[in-house]
């Protein structure tokens, strides 16, 4: 199973998003982790690689599981660990290997291009306490089937399923 690392830089109100090529879809800045890679260190080589510049104040927001099906076959999965940070060390390139590096305000995040799933995640992320567990499941093309999730603060718990 494959894992992810990505992180959201919230700061002054915006975050920090790559537009990638393919879809035109908005994402965090993150990628693959390396074999005995921890994801915290994956969120902040992967986020650093593509932008240039260091986060500051890392912690996790989220982890996920990340399910393809056609029909009733998995076809794919991966695990995505999210993590924000409050602040930059240096300025991010505006372009990359991955696509272009944007800031938007954060209220953008419910209305531009991105997976669904994708969308759940970073407004947690970029506006709620606690950690964010849940799955995500997908057509082929990206299209979501559902998702659950629930969440997580310091001395209680809530679960919740759309």
């Known amino acids: 199973m ?4 990505n992180l959201l830089v919230i700061k002054d109100g915006q975050v920090l998003l790559l537009k990638k090529p393919r879809r035109g879809w908005y994402v ?3 990628g693959k ?3 005995g ?3 915290y260190e994956a969120a902040i080589r992967e986020f650093t690689e593509e932008t240039e510049a260091e986060p500051v104040g890392t912690h996790l927001k989220g982890v996920y599981t990340m399910v393809i099906r056609e029909g009733e076959e998995v076809v794919d999965e991966w695990m995505l660990y999210t993590f924000t940070a409050g602040g930059l060390a240096g300025e991010p390139v505006k372009e990359n290997r991955e696509g272009v590096l944007e800031w ?3 209220e953008a995040l419910s209305s531009l291009p991105m997976a669904e799933g994708d969308r759940t ?3 947690f992320a970029a506006g709620k306490p606690g950690i964010q567990y849940g799955t995500f499941t997908y057509t082929p093309d990206f299209s979501l089937i559902s998702e659950s999730v629930q969440q997580s603060e310091e001395g209680k718990t809530a679960n919740g399923t759309k």
Not at 2 to 5: L, S, W
């Open 121 to 123: 995640n970073l407004i």
């Open 28 to 30: 965090a800045p993150g």
């Open 33 to 35: 982790m390396e074999p």
């Open 2 to 5: 494959q894992r992810i690392a």
């Open 104 to 106: 938007h305000p954060v």
């Open 37 to 39: 890679e921890s994801v």
